[in-house]
């Protein structure tokens, strides 16, 4: 069993007026031998879409028969660019989506109702 964690410098962006906040997206790929866990952490917004979209192409060649399970628990928010890139994650290795809480699960659902609908 391997373990890798990527841990990226938080994003500071700036909200309506003086507000700011921080978006941060954890992402730690366990790689066993019949299945790929991928745990997402945080928010699914502006560089994190594309550094999860990087991880996953670097991930899906390791994929062959094993099952690739993505636990959105930790998921706080994903923009619609986030979305899409779990969207295509979803439709091209039919994963195992772990959602326990209403957002993981809502969002779950977006993710798998729309690869619905498109068949």
Same mark, same amino acid.
């Given at each position: 069993?391997?373990?890798?964690?990527?841990?990226?410098?938080?994003?500071?962006?700036?909200?309506?007026?003086?507000?700011?906040?921080?978006?941060?997206?954890?992402?730690?790929?366990?790689?066993?031998?019949? /299945?790929?866990?991928?745990?997402?952490?945080?928010?699914?917004?502006?560089?994190?879409?594309?550094?999860?979209? =990087?991880?996953?192409?670097?991930?899906?060649?390791? %994929?062959?028969?094993?099952? %690739?399970?993505?636990? %959105?628990?930790?998921?706080? #928010?994903?923009?619609?660019?986030?979305?899409?890139?779990? =969207?295509?994650?979803?439709?091209?290795?039919?994963?195992?989506?772990?959602?326990?809480?209403?957002?993981?699960? #809502? %969002?779950?659902? /977006?993710?798998?109702?729309?690869?619905?609908?498109?068949?």
């Amino acid at each position: 069993m391997s373990w890798l964690t990527l841990w990226r410098m938080p994003c500071i962006s700036v909200w309506r007026g003086s507000r700011t906040g921080q978006d941060t997206l954890k992402i730690t790929i366990q790689n066993e031998d019949k /299945e790929i866990g991928m745990t997402l952490e945080g928010r699914v917004v502006g560089p994190w879409v594309a550094e999860l979209s =990087r991880v996953w192409v670097d991930t899906a060649p390791q %994929l062959g028969n094993k099952v %690739l399970s993505i636990d %959105l628990q930790n998921v706080t #928010y994903a923009d619609a660019a986030g979305k899409q890139v779990l =969207r295509d994650i979803f439709a091209q290795s039919h994963a195992k989506l772990v959602a326990i809480s209403p957002w993981a699960k #809502y %969002l779950a659902e /977006e993710i798998t109702q729309s690869q619905a609908q498109a068949h």
